[in-house]
């Protein structure tokens, strides 16, 4: 399956529900505003690459390519 850009940011939402975290937990943790990482949700921000790919190791999740290549984070 190949998932859009703005469909990581569902699966980014999903997780942090799923692990009980707010916006507030991740912002402390990853040194930005609430606000911020909601805007990253709602994917009305364009986040720089390697802030993205600390949230996505943070989250616990894997970036992977159509190929089904993975990146290791």
């Known amino acids: 399956m190949i998932m859009e850009y703005i469909d990581c ?3 980014i939402r999903a997780r942090r529900q799923e ?7 991740i912002a402390d ?3 930005v505003s609430p ?4 805007c990253v949700e709602d994917g009305t921000v364009d986040p720089p ?3 993205f790919i ?3 190791k943070h989250m616990g999740l894997t970036l992977r ?5 993975a990146i290791d984070l």
Do not use: A, I, N, P
Not at 19 to 25: C, E, V
Not at 35 to 38: D, L, N, T
Not at 65 to 69: A, I, V
């Open 9 to 11: 940011f569902d699966v």
């Open 19 to 25: 692990l009980g975290l707010t916006h507030s937990d």
């Open 29 to 31: 943790d990853m040194g």
């Open 35 to 38: 606000e911020y990482v909601k």
């Open 49 to 51: 690459l390697q802030f």
């Open 54 to 56: 600390r949230l996505l």
């Open 65 to 69: 390519f159509g190929d089904s290549t």
